[in-house]
């Protein structure tokens, strides 16, 4: 019998602010994450979309992100996609990476590179993705926290996966 492909696609700013927003500043263990998520099925890679901070976005935005963004690189089998960051009156905007993830999911269920995708965002704009990718035969998985509205995501969906304290403490880093 073969064993069920799985590819993870996460909205890394969907995710941080979602996360944020409703559990503070909690650390994740983004090895353990995917293993939980993927349970006892074969992990092929994570793809991780975020808008690249470069040090002209200010040290404040630059520092923690590098920090963050050398942690994730050296996690094995986890791929990172870089947005950019545009500025909109006193802030900044995330531009691209919905887009690439969207692509690269599609992408990858055409080219028959796993057989479920598991997407890890509370973000309605990717219903449309995610019912092109069922219609290549895929299955697709979203995960997000329950307390984010995102029922259109939950109604295309084959199963939703939900990520409340219980999941998360499984895979948070434990300050020493």
């Given at each position: 019998?073969?064993s ?102 599609l ?26 990718v ?42 020493r």
């Amino acid at each position: 019998m073969l064993s069920e492909r799985v590819a993870i696609f996460i909205d890394g700013n969907n995710f941080y602010h979602r996360l944020k927003d409703l559990y503070g500043q909690i650390r994740i263990d983004y090895a353990k994450f995917a293993e939980l998520l993927c349970r006892d099925r074969v992990f092929t890679r994570a793809h991780f979309y975020i808008a690249e901070v470069k040090p002209k976005h200010g040290k404040e935005l630059y520092d923690p992100h590098r920090a963050f963004m050398n942690y994730l690189g050296n996690v094995p089998y986890y791929v990172i996609r870089y947005g950019r960051l545009e500025k909109a009156g006193n802030t900044f905007v995330e531009k691209a990476a919905d887009v690439y993830l969207a692509t690269d999911m599609l992408r990858l269920a055409y080219t028959n590179a796993y057989d479920t995708a598991i997407l890890v965002s509370s973000d309605g704009d990717f219903v449309p993705a995610v019912e092109a990718v069922k219609e290549l035969g895929k299955h697709v998985e979203v995960a997000f926290m329950l307390k984010t509205r995102s029922h259109h995501l939950r109604q295309v969906c084959n199963v939703f996966i939900p990520i409340d304290s219980a999941f998360l403490n499984k895979c948070k880093v434990r300050k020493r």
